[in-house]
């Protein structure tokens, strides 16, 4: 049996336009990180509302990620501790403002 992340790992280089979104009873920040890692969009436990998943959808298919703000703090916090120094898992002005006009929701490559 897989779990979630193995999963992404074998699913996403095969499918690489899709949008992952993964229902998990287990929100540790490693796992987390794996996820993003691996190609998720967005994470949400298995508990969670009605309407948060379709809120969750939603910004996955007009932003590319259900949290842009929470992705980004991620994928740094991912970064960071693969041990590279903290000045390279830091963006700059324009590798942020190159982030924030990809995932913006008038950007139609995720329309």
């Known amino acids: 049996m897989l779990d979630g992340i193995e999963v992404l790992k074998q699913v996403t280089p095969q499918y690489p336009?899709?949008?992952?979104l993964i229902l998990t009873q287990n929100l540790k920040?490693?796992?987390i990180n794996k996820a993003y890692h691996y190609g998720a969009r967005g994470l949400l436990h298995k508990t969670?509302?009605?309407q948060?998943?379709?809120?969750?959808?939603?910004?996955i298919t007009?932003?590319?990620y259900?949290?842009?703000t929470e992705t980004l703090r991620?994928?740094?916090s991912f970064t960071q501790s693969l041990n590279q120094s903290p000045s390279k898992a830091e963006l700059n002005n324009k590798e942020f403002r190159f982030l924030e006009l990809v995932c913006h929701y008038k950007e139609y490559t995720y329309s």
Do not use: M, P
């Open 66 to 68: 259900a949290n842009f």
């Open 48 to 50: 969670c509302t009605a």
């Open 74 to 76: 991620i994928i740094r």
């Open 62 to 64: 007009k932003l590319g």
């Open 52 to 59: 948060e998943l379709k809120t969750t959808i939603d910004n």
């Open 29 to 31: 920040e490693d796992v």
């Open 17 to 20: 336009d899709y949008k992952f």
